[in-house]
Nanobody, 117 residues
Framework: VQLVESGGGLVQAGGSLSLSCAVSGSVFRIVDMGWHRQAPEKQRELVAVIPSGGRTNYADSVKGRFTISRDKNKVYLQMNSLKPEDTAVYYC??????????????WGQGTLVTVSS
């Protein structure tokens, strides 16, 4: 299973960017999909998650500005009103079930988002 990310780049504060992530390979069942980010010298943190059949969940710092959506085996993150503190490497994340009661985590390679002030 591979997660192929696209999007990201450089944007001025107040601008918008969108990220997308596609799951390639065979997955028995996707449990949830989401995005994490890691800023320089900080720990990786959850940005948004969209469970299968459940409610989306956002970090407080992005509520009202970011929107996560999903279409089958693709997950998207629309980022509006970007702030310099949103600068980070963004990682796509998928948790899947293997049909034997086990859960597996899959991560994308990361894409850099830079917001200039």
């Amino acid at each position: 299973v591979q997660l192929v990310e696209s999007g990201g780049g450089l944007v001025q504060a107040g601008g918008s960017l969108s990220l997308s992530c596609a799951v390639s390979g065979s997955v028995f069942r996707i449990v949830d999909m989401g995005w994490h980010r890691q800023a320089p010298e900080k720990q990786r943190e959850l940005v948004a998650v969209i469970p299968s059949g459940g409610r989306t969940n956002y970090a407080d710092s992005v509520k009202g500005r970011f929107t996560i959506s999903r279409d089958k085996n693709k997950v998207y993150l629309q980022m509006n009103s970007l702030k310099p503190e949103d600068t980070a490497v963004y990682y796509c994340y998928v948790r899947s079930a293997d049909g034997l009661g086990r859960y597996l985590e899959h991560w994308g390679q990361g894409t850099l988002v830079t917001v200039s002030s």
